[in-house]
């Protein structure tokens, strides 16, 4: 079983700022990932961003990145040069071959202020 | 490529009655999942499938039920219907790496 921990609830942020979203996790499996989704008010999930445990570099993607840390079982997002529309639930979501009981952590709520 | 496509979007249903939302998938994904959100919480695991005849239960199935008779469709049933079943659902498919599918949601009011 894999388990996922977002332990902000809400992160302010001011425009053109970075910000990083935490995330740890706990897993089992020798060979696992982590997605992060965003959810804006209009409800639907966004795909971000994924880094594989056997990845040798940190994943990025435009201006988010991770800074995925095996030994501390983390894996945050980072948000570089924020903007308004970045305002979103932030979910972060584990793979793993053994762990199809997907369960997401709780989310952070992201707030822009201009 | 439609991706997942979930019906109804909307739906209010009274205490006591029973429904289906329908989930299709057109990726052939061998996962899928269904997922609950109450207002301005997370995602919470109802049941998820990792093929064909195969369904398990996840963090909170009681008040649902399930089937996967194909790969495209995994339809979830509830069966009396109560007001701690308004929410919104979220039906998902994956496969391996390349992430997680959403639908576009169904919001459920029962009253």
């Known amino acids: 079983a894999q388990k996922i921990t977002q332990t902000q609830p809400g992160m302010f942020v001011q425009e053109k700022e970075a910000v990083t979203l935490d995330c740890t996790y706990d897993t089992s499996d020798p060979s696992y990932g982590l997605f992060w989704y965003k959810q804006p008010s209009s409800g639907e999930m966004i795909f971000l961003i994924y880094?594989?445990?056997?990845?040798?570099q940190n994943a990025t993607e435009g201006r988010y990145s991770l800074n995925f840390q095996k030994a501390r079982k983390s894996a945050n997002l980072v948000i570089s040069a924020s903007q308004l529309g970045d305002s979103a639930m932030y979910f972060c979501a584990p793979w793993g071959r053994g762990g199809f009981k997907t369960i997401f952590g709780a989310g952070t709520r992201l707030f822009v202020k201009a | 490529n439609a991706g997942v496509t979930q019906t109804p979007k909307f739906r209010i249903l009274k205490i006591g009655q029973s429904m289906t939302l329908q989930c299709t998938q057109d990726?052939?994904?061998?996962?899928m999942y269904w997922y609950r959100q109450d207002p301005g919480m997370g995602l919470k695991l109802i049941y998820y499938?990792?093929?064909?005849?195969?369904?398990d239960k996840g963090e909170v199935p009681n008040g649902y039920n399930v089937s996967r008779s194909t790969t495209e469709d995994f339809p979830l049933r509830l069966e009396l219907a109560a007001p701690s079943q308004t929410s919104v659902y979220f039906c998902?498919?994956?496969?391996?790496?390349?992430?997680?599918?959403f639908g576009s949601g169904t919001r459920l009011t029962v009253v």
């Open positions: 990726m052939n994904h061998n996962y």
């Open positions: 499938s990792v093929g064909a005849g195969i369904t």
């Open positions: 998902a498919s994956s496969w391996s790496t390349d992430g997680y599918t």
């Open positions: 880094q594989g445990s056997y990845d040798q």
